[in-house]
């Protein structure tokens, strides 16, 4: 999990913040496909690839995940189980927001669409097994969920679930050595931003 407040860069500063950008490592097995995006059309091609055959197989095994044959995903849309074959199908390609959103509603997920830089993509979009395009709906992942404090990185606020009221655990050692957590609480301060990161803690 990542919170970021940065501030506009100032525009003097345009030149070294360019050349201060930090250096992106990505696995060897990536490399040949990196460097044949050299070409504008190659780019243009591989993100529209990755993007419809992403969305494709990730509609298809969600709602296999939850269940559902292709009619009742169409009954809940308000649409047809046609249509929704055609939104599981790699060479159909014409998502819009909208429908997308609708999709989302449904499967009670979050929808993200944000612009990145092509290695954050590649990373993003490279392992393809099926297990990395399942989501879990907002009730299920809610058992999961712990909370920090910015001000105060020992500080750990467990939500658990309750079906009177929201109920907090609060625990104020070290994240790692928190009995029911396997994550290290990482922040690091700037001048111009801050960020807190998530990561599995060495136990």
């Known amino acids: 999990m990542t919170h970021?407040?940065?501030?506009?860069p100032q525009m003097e500063?345009?030149?070294?913040?360019?050349?201060?950008m930090p250096t992106v490592c990505l696995s060897k097995s990536m490399e040949?496909?990196?460097l044949a995006l050299k070409s504008p059309r190659a780019r243009e091609a591989y993100v529209d690839a990755e993007l419809v055959n992403g969305l494709a197989h990730q509609i298809r095994i969600i709602r296999q995940e939850r269940g559902w044959t292709q009619r009742q995903l169409g009954e809940k849309l308000g649409t047809t189980q046609t249509t929704v074959s055609r939104l599981e199908d790699p060479s159909y390609g014409r998502y819009s927001i909208r429908s997308l959103l609708a999709l989302g509603k449904v499967f009670d997920v979050a929808l993200h669409v944000r612009y990145l830089p092509?290695?954050?993509f590649m990373s993003n979009t490279w392992n393809t097994n099926p297990e990395n395009f399942k989501?879990?709906?907002y009730e299920e992942e809610l058992a999961s969920i712990q909370f920090y404090s910015e001000d105060d990185p020992s500080y750990v606020a467990t939500l658990l679930p309750s079906q009177?009221?929201?109920?907090?655990?609060v625990n104020n050692r070290v994240l790692k050595d928190y009995d029911t957590c396997n994550y290290t609480l990482v922040i690091t301060p700037d001048t111009r931003e801050f960020e807190a990161d998530?990561?599995?803690a060495a136990i």
């Open 32 to 34: 040949k496909s990196f």
């Open 135 to 137: 989501v879990p709906t």
């Open 4 to 8: 970021i407040t940065q501030s506009t």
């Open 198 to 200: 998530l990561i599995p």
């Open 118 to 120: 092509f290695s954050k």
């Open 13 to 20: 500063d345009a030149s070294s913040y360019q050349t201060e």
């Open 164 to 169: 009177t009221t929201d109920i907090y655990e």
